[in-house]
């Protein structure tokens, strides 16, 4: 039968005839019509972002709300630095005078009467002292001459100057040493009465050539005879029956002359 392959070309023809007429149509309606389908596609790259945009307007403010409740008392806070103080104020007016109390100025009189008199009796106690002194200082010294607060004795022993600064100081003095003029004349009378020279408590043991006295303080007063002191050798003084003061060796005996401060 030769008709068949004759049918199918006819066939074949008018389907792919019909099929390109229908792509026509659907290419003339996009998305109208869709008569084959296929897979999608990879996703796209993402767009480059795009440039800000101006700033809008402010808009208008709003009205104030209702004032809200009071809120709780909060703790108090540290105190601040004190500031610099203000400038004086000006003067006030001067005052009334007082009345003067009658019973303090009577207490002000008593106590200068008081005073007076216990100065008085003060220097009474002073003279009964040094009379008192000077009474049993004569049982011991029978040669006793006084100056200024000064009291100048000597029994006539002699010694040499240490045993002269012991026996002076057993009886609560010190070997005799004049810092002025009268008292190197109470001296001079003791030792002119006994015809001899005395030892005095200066000397230069500690420093050759400064003579100072039993406290250390250097001499002020001096009576050196002419051309004395001469001698390295000599570091203690000796007073003459005229005054005048020679250096000495400490190892000589002479009259031991002390002196006492009067109560």
């Known amino acids: ?39 999608n596609g990879l996703p796209g790259t993402p767009g480059v972002n795009g440039l800000p945009g101006s700033p809008g307007s402010h808009g208008l403010p709003g009205r104030d709300g209702i004032q809200g409740p ?8 540290s105190q601040g630095i004190q500031g610099p103080p203000g400038k004086a104020g000006p003067s006030g007016p001067k ?106 408590g200066m000397n230069d043991i500690d420093t050759e050539g400064i003579f100072t006295h039993l406290n250390g303080e250097q001499i002020g007063y001096t009576n050196w005879a002419s051309g004395e002191p001469n001698s390295v050798q000599e570091d203690c003084i000796e007073i003459y029956t005229n005054g005048k003061w020679n250096d000495k060796s400490c190892s000589e005996t002479r009259i031991i002359v002390c002196e006492f401060v009067s109560n």
Do not use: W
């Open 1 to 39: 039968m030769q008709f068949l392959p004759l049918l199918f070309v006819v066939v074949g023809a008018s389907i792919v005839r019909s099929t390109d007429l229908e792509t026509e149509k659907c290419e003339e309606k996009v998305n109208t019509c869709t008569i084959f389908s296929g897979n």
């Open 70 to 77: 009071q809120g709780e008392k909060g703790e108090p806070g």
């Open 95 to 200: 005052g009334d005078q007082g009345q003067k109390d009658d019973r303090i100025t009577k207490e002000l009189a008593l106590l200068k009467t008081c005073m007076s008199d216990l100065q008085t009796q003060l220097s009474i106690l002073q003279v009964t002292a040094r009379t008192t002194q000077k009474v049993i200082l004569g049982h011991i010294f029978p040669n006793i001459v006084s100056t200024g607060e000064k009291l100048f004795a000597s029994s006539a022993a002699e010694g040499n100057y240490i045993a002269s600064k012991m026996a002076c100081s057993h009886f609560g003095g010190q070997i005799a040493s004049p810092r002025n003029e009268a008292e190197n004349n109470a001296i001079v009378k003791i030792i002119s009465k006994l015809g001899k020279s005395a030892y005095l």
